[in-house]
């Protein structure tokens, strides 16, 4: 494994009603690095249940007069914001890197498309609006009334963001739910957190008012269903696995949900594609961040005819990735965030390698340190050709046409992205019907964006659609105010 490369050690606070907090407990939780042994990058306050219950309270009380800003003034913070995150640059990314294992380039790009997004966000809001609908358009009533519709927040939004996308995955919750009059109470992965509460700080210094983001840290252990099942929670915004994720759909009552959870993106080869497109993206998809990714290419459903010719195209790229310390130099395949991960991806290797699958590349091990790894002849009673690892392992599941494809991703318990590759629009209308999945992409890599597309997963990949407008939308509600004209 990696030497330890040290950089600042942060101690971080809670923002609670526009004030920075330490947990009155005085218990810290450490938050050490993927890269590297003992390589402790921060701590965060591990907070209690009142001092759960006061951060959301605060929001509670600072979403009654924040509902009244009008929607100009609430997206001039969101500018702010964006434009102090790209300020910020340079410091975001050093703790990104540290905290989650992720490279430079990737870092930067989260960052910079979250400012994108922030600045869209405001944007979008300020040219949404309402309608008037008369009555007279349904059967049987009169022009005597007029419904006018209006947007109307939802109140307290509990976010809880991922570790893999800490910037990105934060925001996208934040400035939507803010931008349309709600309060936020962020609770960041506990590996995350320290980049999740600098993005608060990015908020409160844009000018965000006392309350309207809160932030909570804690393990998940002790204060997650405390939180999810709070009464002063009105909507809970999730991102994370299909277990947890499940989890507070079953405990929750009569809260509304918007989750982005697992995925097992099925890359689908047929006979007409361009094999040096479709090997570019598959391995791009699959490999960037170590696989780290819920959209990732988690398995190739490759006609037979082509299987051998994109077999050898994937497998030469997969050989010259460069594996790394994301710290030292430019790699395309680091860390897994933890050695729980990493034993759970090489349990899925072990067992395709005891059924038969044939190992091209790979299939190394060094603590959390999992090097990329493609099986071929994988097969549909392997436990890789279902399960979403969360790893740099790819599996070829050959198949003998199109249906059986189609078939083999329909049986999924997931349905969040696939990827059609082929020449014949036809064809990839043919086979992008019949996808139980929320995006189907036409030759390229299962992706998330642009962030003003619909995003979305059925199954157990997730709850609701996301997307900017999508987003804003979710978090607020329709009210209509029927005027009655009396002739």
Known sequence: MFSCIRGKERTFRNLVNGEWLSSESGKFIEIYSPIGENCLVGKVPAMTKEEVDQSIKSAKIAQNEWRNVPVSKRADILYKAADILVEKLDDIADIMMREIGKDRKSSESEILRSADYIRFTADTA????GESIPGDSFPGFKRNKISIVTREPLGVVLAISPFNYPINLAASKIA???VAGNSVVLKPATQGSLCGLYLAKVFEQAGAPAGVLNTITGRGSDI????VTHPEIDFINFTGSTDVGTKISRITAMVPLLMELGGKDAAIVLKDADLDLAASNIVAGAYSYSGQRCTAVKRILVVNEVADKLV???KE?????????PLEEDVDIVPLIDERSADFVWELIDEAREKG????VGGKRDGNMIYPTLFDNVTTDMRLAWEEPFGPVLPIIRVKDKDEAIEIANKSE????????????NEAFYVADRLEVGTVQVNNKTERGPDHFPFSGVKASGIGTQGIRYSIEAMSRPKATVINIVR
């Open 317 to 325: 790229k997969v050989e010259k990735l460069k594996v790394g310390n």
């Open 126 to 129: 300020k040219n949404l609006s």
């Open 224 to 227: 997650g269903d405390y939180i």
């Open 414 to 425: 997931y349905g969040l992205q696939s990827s059609v590759f082929t020449e014949n629009i």
């Open 357 to 360: 699958a044939h190992l091209l």
């Open 176 to 178: 939507p739910a803010i």
């Open 312 to 314: 050898e195209k994937v």
